[in-house]
């Protein structure tokens, strides 16, 4: 399974967390979390939307560790 690139998976978790933490409208909850839920389960290789939250937040969290730093050669 490929990783989905930081930016995508970023804004996957951030407008997640987002809508669920608005709680539900008038009309009810916003039908684009539902959405974004299979996303984050899909990209994340999990059926649990909490497991895929951690999972997403643990790639985050170690996404500029696997790149070289700026300014420190590379190995030859």
Request: hydrophobic share 40%; with cysteine.
């Amino acid at each position: 399974m490929l990783k989905p690139h930081p930016t995508l998976l970023r804004r996957l978790v951030e407008e997640y967390e987002a809508l669920t933490a608005a709680g539900s409208g008038p009309a009810g909850p916003d039908p684009r979390i539902g959405d974004l839920a299979y996303t984050l389960c899909v990209s994340t290789g999990t059926r649990d939307v909490r497991q895929a939250l951690t999972t997403a937040r643990g790639w985050l969290a170690t996404a500029g560790q696997d790149a070289p730093r700026a300014g420190t050669p590379a190995a030859v």
